[in-house]
C-alpha cells in the first residue's frame, strides 16, 4: 500500500485566517470577541418570515445561474436610486453570488492571467491575495499609510504599468475605517482610462458611512465604472453574515467572464433567500438607516473608552475602530492580541496580518457591532490597562 505524500502547496506563505484563529481563541478563553467581524443582534423578523415563507412555497430548488430575475431587479433599482452614474442591466451586468467572498475569488480567477500583475492596497483584507496566487498572478502592494491610511496617487501611479491587468480597492476600508473621497475616485478613473487596467471594487460597507461622508461607488463614475466589477454583501448590510449572499455588477463583457467561471465554483446561490431579499430590497428604509445605527455604537464605544490609554484612529466607516496601543506596550500585534484575549478577556484583530511582511504600528482592530453590554464591559476591561 502507497502512503500519499503530503501535497506541495499552492500558498506557501498562508495559514488559517486570523478572523478564524481569533473567534476560536475567544470561544476558548471566554473573551468578549470583537475580533471577527459580525454583528451581535438580531436579523429583521420581516426578512426571516419572508425567508419561511418562500421555502413553504416550494423555492427549495436551484435558483437561475445569475440568480433570480426579482433580485438582480431590485439590486439594478437600488444601485439606480443610490448613485445614479451607471445603469446595471439585470439580465448581463448583475449577478447573485454566494457572500462577497465567492464574488471576489470568482472575479479574480476570470481575470487574472499568468504573470498579470494585480494592485493591492495594504492593510489589505485577507481574501484578495490567495485567489491572485492561485491564477499565477501577481500582487503588487502599495501601502495606505499610518495613522490615517489613506491612498498616495502618485504612488499608486508608480506602480501600474502595461502588466497591470487589476486594482483591487476597497471603501470604506476594512480593517482601517478610512472612507474614499470622489477625488480619490477621480484619480483613479484617470488611471484607469489611461492604462486599461480593470478596477475590482469591494463596496461590502457601502452602507455603513458615518459623519454625512457619502459612499464613493464606482458606479457613479462613468469611465470608472465602465472598468469595474462591484461586489457588495447581504451579510453585512442586513446583519445576517451566516446567509453568505452578496452580488457583484459588472460591465457586460467583463459579466459574461464572471459567469463563466461562477457556473463552475457554486452555479448559483440560496434560492429561497433570493426570493425574500428581493422583497426586501424594495423598501428602502431597510437599509437607509444603517449608517446611523452603526455612528451610534461606534460613538457609544468610543465615549464607553475615554480615559484609556488607547488612542482612537478615527474611523469614517465599516463596523471596526482602530486603536494604538503603543502607551501600553511595545510587543508585536499578533502576541499583544493574544494576551489582551487570554488574559484581559477581549479579542480584537491584529492589524500587522493584514500586510505581506507583518507592519508593527501598535494598532488593532475592535468590530463595535456590538450590543451595549458587551461594548461597556469590554470598554471597562480595555480602560484597566
Ligand atoms: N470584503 C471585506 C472588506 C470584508 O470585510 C468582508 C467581510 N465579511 C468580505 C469582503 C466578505 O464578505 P462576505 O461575508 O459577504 O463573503
Ligand atoms: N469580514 C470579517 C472581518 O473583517 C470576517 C469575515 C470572515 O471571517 N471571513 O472581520
Redesign the pocket.
Known sequence: MITPAAPSTKLPQTGTTIFAVMSKMAAEHGALNLSQ?FPDFPVSEELIGLVEKYMREGRNQYAPLEGTQALREAISAKMQKLYGGRTYDPETEITVTS???QA?FTAITALVKEEDEVIVFTPA?D?YVPPILLSGGKPVFVELKAPHFRPDWDEVKKRVNRKTKLIII?SPH?PSGTVWTADDMRALEKLVVSTGAYVLS?E?YEHIVFDGAEHQSAARFEALSAHSMIVA?F??TFHA?GW?M?YICAPKALMKEFRKVHQYIVYCVNHPMQAALADFLGNEANYTGISSMYQERRDFFIKALEGSKFKLIPSQGTYFQLLNYSEISRKKEVKFAEELTKVHGVASIPVSVFYPQPREQFVLRFCFAKGEETLTAAAEKLKAL
Open positions: 467581524g457572500g462577497a467572498t471576489i483584507y481574501c476597497n476594512n469591494d461590502v454583501s451579510g453585512k453574515t453568505k452578496g
